[in-house]
């Protein structure tokens, strides 16, 4: 019962490359999120997917983009990374939203930017 | 759109009681609990709907109050496992992207023995 997996789990970038972090949800779940966490500034959401086919910006969208190609994936790519970048990533899943459902999130994604 | 929770940090000795409040700006439909150890991902506590619930977990109960946009979370007769940050989401709709969960900063929790 894998639940929501995360792909890479770690990953040291150069300023300036990119790349694209991956979340497989196995739970045939509707929604996804990706969320940024840093010291002091809690979990902040990114970008979110209430569907297949759908994205939808949340509070610190810039410079990240989303696909939600496959109901069980969402992907959250960096086009060119920044230092500012450097954080711990968890993406979550639902089985919807506005419901008694809770989120699962995965191990997370630790990112740098050198 | 972070709610804003308080306190930010709050340390306890085992046995004690601790209230963690959390408040929106934004209309909400549900408020939902994690804990976060450190190292790992936030686990589920509770989630509370419109419509002013209060809802009991083992010694870690929660209320939310609509009209007011707030919600607390009383944890009581501390144990050393209370120990750990947590988090407040808020869930609220936005007319073109449907419903979004935001978390605020978090409150970290320390019980001592």
């Known amino acids: 019962n894998a639940g929501v997996t995360q792909t890479p789990k770690f990953r040291v970038l150069k300023t300036g490359q990119s790349m694209t972090l991956l979340c497989a949800q196995d739970?045939?779940?509707?929604?996804m999120y990706w969320y940024r966490q840093d010291p002091g500034m809690g979990l902040r959401l990114i970008h979110y997917?209430?569907?297949?086919?759908?994205?939808a910006k949340g509070e610190v969208p810039d410079g990240y983009n989303v696909s939600r190609l496959k109901k069980q994936n969402f992907l959250l790519g960096l086009e060119s990374a920044a230092p500012s970048q450097t954080s711990v990533y968890f993406c979550?899943?639902?089985?919807?939203?506005?419901?008694?459902?809770?989120?699962?999130f995965g191990d997370g994604t630790r990112l740098s930017i050198l | 759109q972070q709610p804003v929770q308080s306190p930010q940090a709050v340390i306890l000795r085992e046995g004690e009681d601790a209230v963690i409040n959390c408040s929106s700006s934004?209309?909400?439909?549900?408020v939902h609990w994690y804990r976060q150890k450190h190292g790992e991902a936030p686990v589920f506590l509770m989630i509370?709907?419109?419509?002013?619930e209060q809802k009991g977990h083992d010694k870690i109960s929660a209320s939310f109050n609509e009209k007011k946009q707030q919600s607390s979370l009383y944890l009581t007769a501390s144990q050393l496992s209370y120990s750990g940050t947590y988090f407040c989401?808020?869930?609220?709709?936005?007319?073109?992207?449907?419903?979004?969960?935001?978390f605020g900063k978090g409150t970290s929790l320390l019980v001592t023995p």
């Open positions: 934004k209309a909400l439909y549900s």
């Open positions: 509370l709907l419109k419509g002013g």
């Open positions: 979550a899943s639902r089985a919807q939203g506005a419901s008694n459902q809770p989120q699962h």
């Open positions: 997917s209430v569907g297949e086919g759908t994205t």
């Open positions: 989401g808020t869930e609220s709709w936005d007319s073109n992207s449907g419903y979004a969960l935001n």
């Open positions: 739970m045939n779940h509707e929604y």
